[in-house]
């Protein structure tokens, strides 16, 4: 399992997007959910029982209309809260047009004040599902205290018309169902409930929670009100023998939109670094190379960021290596760790939360069992991971994120991409993602992201590929395929 047991209004959202973008749509979703409904309303219902379909205008609502043709024996009435014209989804109007075209009755009512029920003896709740958002509104609450004053059967569709999913809490006025039939998995809130919760299996893809997919991008917000400093302010750490690899790590935080990026590295290579973009704020530290001096002004620097990216060219003196070791031991914030940092990572207790980006070669060095085939790697990445008590990116043709619970694999990214310095982009894009998200979605994406724009480069250029050209279609790839 990767997703947890129960998922949320946004963990929903993905999970839909990731399985329209294995070719699973969401109308053929809502036809399984019909379907499924249906079987449990006839599991309520008497051959000649009357079934009233409460819908709302959403795909809730859109699940009934599926239902309601699904049970052309019964004597069944559709009522749509709210004008035809105002249906919030195509597949739901699709499924509406359908039945107005078909012998089914239906009716519609928007004023609160009109709504009433003939005394039916199963009143299907399909009002509202996770899509609701605060206090009930009319003509939703009126309807919910007629069907929670009718004397009949109330099956509810996924959620009663009341819960909010995201925070597993019963609106005032909610409906107070007898049963319950919820898609795909369990929602926050739907245990707390007296009435019987079956959950039916809608035919979501297998992988559709495990593959980093486009649905993930919806962990992405950009507020309209947002401000300067809600995106974080990320630290990268880096240079020395190498230049390059602490701006390119720099650049890539803030094309995926990082507020702030700063880039410690050694006084000697200051003005090297700088000179790579006008955008990069640097803040040397002294000497050639990271040594243990340094390792106190940098933890008081690091304090003050998001997150930090701790690796990119740094090399492997024996100095450097004993100063990152200080360095993690005693910071507690987020880290992505990348190239010759990996290499104390086992040998270190921090209370910081890393995230390590190894290819395989650095995996299996830091005591990662290696596998022929992608599924056993998973497994084991999610073993040392969870030794470790880290999240490991594991790169590779499939980029394996786990953090000892879950595991996703990302399948982004192309051959092109093997040539040096795409691994800082990642470091810098993951970076930036840790500096908002939780290390695990934030590692997930940052593999989609890296991967994503690495294959929209190829798909103008062709090979030859060079880490710079993935700078600016990073935002390409976080925003403009966003679902
Ligand atoms: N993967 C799945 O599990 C699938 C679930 N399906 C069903 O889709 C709904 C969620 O649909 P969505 O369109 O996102 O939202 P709703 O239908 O729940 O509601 C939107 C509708 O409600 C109005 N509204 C919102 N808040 C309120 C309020 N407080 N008072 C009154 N009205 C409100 C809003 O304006 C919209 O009109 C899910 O539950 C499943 O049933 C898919 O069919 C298949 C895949
Ligand atoms: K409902």
């Not at 035809?84 to 239906?106: F, K, M």
């Not at 650049?251 to 990069?280: H, K, W, Y």
């Not at 031991?329 to 995230?355: M, N």
Request: proline content about 5%; charged content about 25%.
């Amino acid at each position: 399992m990767t997703f947890g047991s129960e998922l949320t209004g946004r963990e929903i959202a993905i999970v839909d997007a990731n399985a329209a973008a294995l070719g699973v749509t969401r109308k053929q979703l809502m036809e399984s959910a019909g379907n499924a409904a249906a079987g449990v309303i006839r599991d309520v219902a008497d051959a000649d029982d009357r079934i009233e379909i409460v819908a709302g205008r959403g795909n809730n609502g859109g699940d009934a209309l599926v239902a309601a043709r699904f049970l052309g024996a019964y004597d069944c009435r559709i009522t749509l809260l709210g004008d035809p014209d105002d249906i919030g989804t195509d597949i739901a109007r699709e499924n509406w047009d359908a039945l107005e075209r078909s012998t089914v009755e239906t009716r519609t009512i928007g004023d609160s004040t009109a709504f009433d029920l003939s005394d039916p003896d199963v009143v299907v709740d399909a009002m509202l599902g996770t899509g609701i958002s605060g206090a009930l509104r009319e003509p939703v609450a009126t309807a919910a205290d007629t069907i929670n004053a009718a004397d009949a059967t109330v099956v509810s569709l996924d959620v009663p018309s009341g819960l909010d999913a995201a925070a597993g809490t019963l609106a005032e006025g909610a409906v107070r169902p007898d049963r319950v039939v919820t898609f795909h998995k369990p929602k926050p809130g739907l245990s707390d409930l007296d009435a019987p919760i079956e959950v039916a299996d809608i035919g979501v893809p297998p992988g559709a929670e495990y593959f980093v997919e486009r649905g993930d991008l919806l962990r992405l917000d950009r507020p309209a009100d947002s401000h300067k400093g809600d995106f974080g302010e990320v630290l990268v750490i880096g240079g020395g023998p190498y230049t390059g690899a602490p701006a390119l790590a720099a650049q890539s935080a803030l094309r995926a939109g990082a507020d702030l990026v700063r880039v410690a590295v050694p006084a000697a290579i200051a003005d090297e670094v700088q000179g790579f973009s006008e955008n990069l704020i640097v803040r040397p530290f002294d000497g050639t190379q990271l040594t243990a001096p340094a390792v106190d002004p940098l933890l008081d620097l690091a304090a003050d960021h998001d997150s930090v990216v701790l690796g990119p060219g740094l090399g492997d003196a024996e100095a450097t290596r004993s100063a990152v070791e200080d360095l993690l031991a005693d910071f507690e914030g987020t880290a992505v760790v990348d190239a010759d940092a990996l290499r104390v990572v086992p040998d270190v207790e921090t209370d910081a939360s890393l995230i390590c980006t190894p290819h395989r070669g650095e995996f299996e060095r830091m005591g990662g069992r290696d596998a022929t085939d992608w599924e056993t790697r998973a497994e084991h990445v999610a073993d040392l991971a969870a030794e470790l008590g880290a999240t490991l990116l594991v790169k590779g043709p499939a980029d394996i994120i786990s953090d000892g619970e879950s595991t996703r694999v990302s399948r982004t990214g192309n051959p092109g991409m093997t040539v040096g310095g795409t691994g800082d982009v990642l470091a810098g894009v993951t970076g930036a993602l840790a500096a908002t998200l939780d290390p695990l979605p934030a590692a997930s994406l940052g593999a989609y992201v890296t991967g994503r724009a690495g294959d929209l480069v190829v798909e103008e250029n062709g090979y030859g590929l060079v880490a710079t050209d993935l700078l600016d279609r990073v935002p390409t790839a976080m925003w403009s395929e966003r679902p």
